[in-house]
């Protein structure tokens, strides 16, 4: 058994980190932390009474160190890396959940805020198993992806080859309320969102820059990405249709299928996802649609799962060794 921390415990990701490794075959949860400490995981996540006895310290990264191997981060950024740091320092190894590892220094800086780790930043690693499985398994730093990026990126990978460089690629993405966090704003509650959906910081989403930023370094290409993100009255799940056209006729499906043939997590389908189906689990689902050198991609997530959570502890069990789909969840929360 490996010993492990969770850092973040307060927010939904942290919730579903814990409910994974309570029961994970290899992973022993040794240690939960949040910003203040002074309580019990069941006190701050009612659901787990009956389930998970134990205490909710505030963090401390030396005491990480002394009881884990390995720590997940579920916190925002900026306070992220700076927690980061001291646990790479004391030769803990780090998933993070935020965005602090994601991207290149420059496009970092650009979009969030100065980074305080440009000596761990180069040698993270994406934590997109389907690209960056090698150097996963060789890594004391992940950087997890958000749910948006690893929706549209996994949807859209395939075709990039037959796609001209400088092409227009339209992403029209769609999340449940879960996806803003658990921090009440005007837009979450109850009266805004029940029974309504609408666009927010349309072609001005921190995650258009980061699917940009991946498209070029996996496969050289550059693409102008149009990306509007939608808020659905859903709990959880996210869903992703993509837009472009082709430079030469293909078998877009053959394609697909050949594409993730050896993908554990990643299903092909013969008609258009719903999000229902990938709920629960660190499935994605992706259809494709074809209209001569028109494409239409689908694809859904649930976006604490594989959006977040679970895709944490694939590539956890990736880099500590282990199969990548240990402890975790195939069955959808259906109906």
């Known amino acids: 058994m490996l010993n492990v921390s969770v850092v973040g415990a307060t927010g939904y990701t942290g919730l579903e980190l814990v409910k994974i490794l309570i029961n994970h075959p290899a992973f022993n949860l040794t240690y939960i932390a949040n910003s203040s400490g002074d309580t019990t995981i069941q006190e701050l996540h009612p659901c787990l009474e009956s389930v ?28 992220s890396m700076s927690f980061a740091k001291e646990l790479l320092a004391l030769g803990v190894k780090v998933v993070d959940l935020s965005a602090d590892y994601r991207l290149e220094l420059e496009t970092y800086e650009k979009h969030y805020c100065p980074h305080e780790d440009k000596e761990n930043l180069p040698s993270s ?20 992806p958000g749910c948006y990026p690893t929706a549209t990126l996994l949807a859209l990978m395939p075709f990039v080859d037959y796609i001209d460089n400088g092409s227009n690629i339209f ?103 719903d ?21 239409f991609i689908n694809s859904s997530i649930d976006n604490l799962l594989r959006g ?22 195939k069955i959808a929360y259906v109906p």
């Open 171 to 273: 992403v029209d993405a769609k999340s449940g309320v879960s996806g803003a966090g658990k921090k009440l704003s005007e837009t979450t509650q109850f009266v805004t969102i029940n029974d309504n959906m609408f666009a927010y910081n349309p072609m001005k989403h921190r995650h258009m820059p980061e699917i940009q930023e991946k498209v070029k370094l996996i496969k050289n290409k550059e693409f102008n990405v149009s990306f509007v993100p939608h808020l659905i009255p859903v709990t959880r799940g996210m869903l992703i249709s993509i837009y472009t056209t082709l430079n030469t006729g293909i078998d877009a499906k053959a394609i697909l299928v050949d594409f993730y043939k050896e993908s554990e997590f990643v299903r092909i389908k013969d008609k258009p996802v």
């Open 308 to 329: 977040a959570s679970s895709q944490a502890v694939v590539n956890a069990n990736l880099m500590c060794g282990l199969e990548a789909g240990l402890g975790i969840n």
């Open 125 to 144: 690693v994406y934590g997109l198993p389907e690209f960056y499985e090698d150097e996963i398994k060789n890594t004391n730093l992940i950087a997890n």
């Open 52 to 79: 998970l006895s134990q205490d909710v310290e505030k963090a401390d990264a030396k005491k990480i160190s002394e009881v884990s191997e390995l720590c997940f981060l579920a916190l925002p950024h900026k306070t």
């Open 275 to 295: 999000i229902k189906s990938t709920a629960g689990t660190n499935f994605c689902d992706i259809f494709v649609e074809q209209n001569g050198t028109a494409l």
